[in-house]
């Protein structure tokens, strides 16, 4: 009966979304309420497999009846780590939102969207099985898309036809991945140390196939081109979403094909580590250079997030536990890092309409919690210490060194003070302006922004260096914990 539990962070969105949609008891003033307590239900359910994740243990469950294979189900330390942490965000993104949609008048269907999204994700990182992870990879492009082309206008249905384009490939990439897999008679279900032994053409492409797959939901480059254009038109709750969590099911999705079906031995015989780990980097580089030449606030978010997913996916490859530690760290931290930035770009827009990076000018005076918390996201983006953006650079440097690529260390100081170029201007025009120059006179005097939008990113701005100041990093430790289970030591 206990393991019937892991289905309740799935099933309680879906819930909370049909009670949002229909039930007239929630109309009016209680459906924000509706919605955000949902979400925290959501939590909570997640919260009560502590115990039991805590003795590490692992908790399994199937059935057998759907999708001819069946389905399955994992709570892991590291299903768990990314479930709690996601839900805990979704609370304060979801806070965020009421305030934000209050005068959309499509707001209810994005509202209704938004938890099922929280379902999908929830689904996403509990599979026990690649046929599971696919059900719910499809369900959150499906779901996702619509929070992309909310605004209805050209530019969104623009950006969400070549992000759902896009998907439906590594969808279709990683069905047939799945299917050689099977007929190949290798275990569908995750396991520790991966199960491939020995090497063979099509199970060498359908690896490839796999990553495809999930580069494109994680905005690796070459698949990153969906990422610039869809994160702008959205509205910034979802582009916190989009950014801080749902390009991280890639980056979960790959950690489980590399670690919990094929295994390293595989993945180094056939060299693939080496292209791959080629592959990140060029993604931090790109990623990072094109921000430096956005002058719209939101795309320079966007590409920002396909340098640093670039961080996350050259950690996977370097296959010891420093790299793999900051890498899972990095998963958690940018979610909370990016979260922060786009909901504060989003008060700015909110409130000023502006967005050009140049028109914000003195921005800091009017908006002094707003631009502090930007701020902070921003120098942990960039690595300073104690902020948790220095302590993921530090673990994957560590690693880098260690699995003998001194290289990438360079490459993490370049990005580094790549990411500085492109975040400074925007903090010292925010708030080393005069407030009498006459190019600021236009702000408003005061933040008069609800507490609804401030709490949340003032929480997620506290997030982003906490933990690095208390005698127990527990996010850090957790990661440790989970590098330790990926590479089965």
């Known amino acids: 009966m206990y393991k019937l539990l892991i289905l309740l962070p799935i099933i309680i969105p879906i819930i ?22 949902t979400v925290f239900l959501t939590f909570l359910s997640t919260m009560i497999f502590y115990p039991v994740i805590s003795t590490g243990s692992t908790i399994n469950f199937r059935i057998g009846s759907v999708l001819l294979l069946g389905i399955s189900f994992k709570i892991d330390i590291f299903s768990f780590f990314m479930v709690a942490v996601v839900s805990l965000l979704w609370i304060l993104i979801s806070i965020y939102a009421v305030e934000y949609m209050e005068n959309d008048r499509k707001k209810n269907r994005f509202f209704v969207f938004f938890l099922l999204n929280l379902s999908g994700a929830m689904g996403f990182f509990l599979s026990g099985d690649v046929i599971t992870m696919f059900l719910f990879f499809e369900l959150l492009t499906i779901f996702s898309y619509i929070l992309v082309v909310h605004r209805e ?9 070549r992000y759902i384009f896009l998907s439906l ?15 190949n008679g290798i275990s569908l279900s995750f396991a520790s140390g991966g199960m491939v032994s020995e090497a063979s053409p099509l199970i060498s492409a359908a690896f490839f196939v796999y990553m495809v ?26 582009s916190a979403l989009l950014s801080g969590i749902m390009i991280k099911t890639g980056a979960f999705g790959m950690l489980r094909i590399i670690y919990n079906i094929y295994g390293v031995n595989f993945i180094q015989s056939m060299g693939w580590d080496s292209v791959l780990l080629a592959i990140a980097g060029i993604t931090i580089f790109l990623g990072s250079a094109a921000a430096i030449f956005e002058k719209d606030l939101k795309k320079r978010l966007a590409y920002s997030s396909i340098g640093q997913m670039g961080y996350i996916f050259l950690g996977m490859f370097l296959f010891n536990q420093s790299s ?14 990016k979260s922060c930035l786009f909901l504060a770009a989003g008060i700015i827009i909110y409130k000023t309409g502006k967005r050009n990076i140049e028109e914000l000018k003195g921005i800091g005076h009017s908006m002094p919690v707003t631009m502090i918390c930007f701020s902070l996201a921003a120098l942990a983006m960039i690595g ?16 880098a060194l260690q699995a003998g690529h001194p290289e990438y260390v360079a490459l993490f100081l370049l990005s580094s003070l790549m990411n500085g170029i492109y975040y400074f201007p925007i903090i010292i025009n925010a708030f080393f302006v005069s407030p009498e120059d006459k190019e600021i006179k236009e702000f408003e005097t005061g933040e008069n922004v609800s507490w609804k939008m401030l709490f949340p990113v003032s929480i997620l701005a506290l997030g982003t260096f906490i933990f690095d100041i208390i005698p127990a990093n527990i996010p850090l430790n957790m990661s440790e914990k989970i590098a330790r289970l990926l590479l089965n030591i």
């Open 16 to 37: 909370g979304s049909i009670l949002y949609l229909k039930c007239n008891l929630f109309s009016g003033k209680y459906k924000p309420h509706l919605m955000v307590g």
């Open 153 to 161: 206008d050209e530019q969104a249905l623009k950006a969400g036809n």
């Open 169 to 183: 490939i590594g969808g279709l990439g990683f069905l047939f991945s799945i299917v050689v897999t099977y007929i």
């Open 213 to 238: 797959g999930f580069s494109i939901k994680a905005g690796i480059f070459p698949f990153h081109i969906w990422l610039p254009v869809a994160h702008p038109v959205a509205p910034s709750p979802a």
């Open 324 to 337: 793999l530690t900051g890498d899972i760290f990095h998963i958690v931290s940018h979610a909370v890092m």
């Open 384 to 399: 300073f210490p104690p902020f948790t953006g220095f302590i993921t650079k530090w673990e994957l440097s560590m690693g």
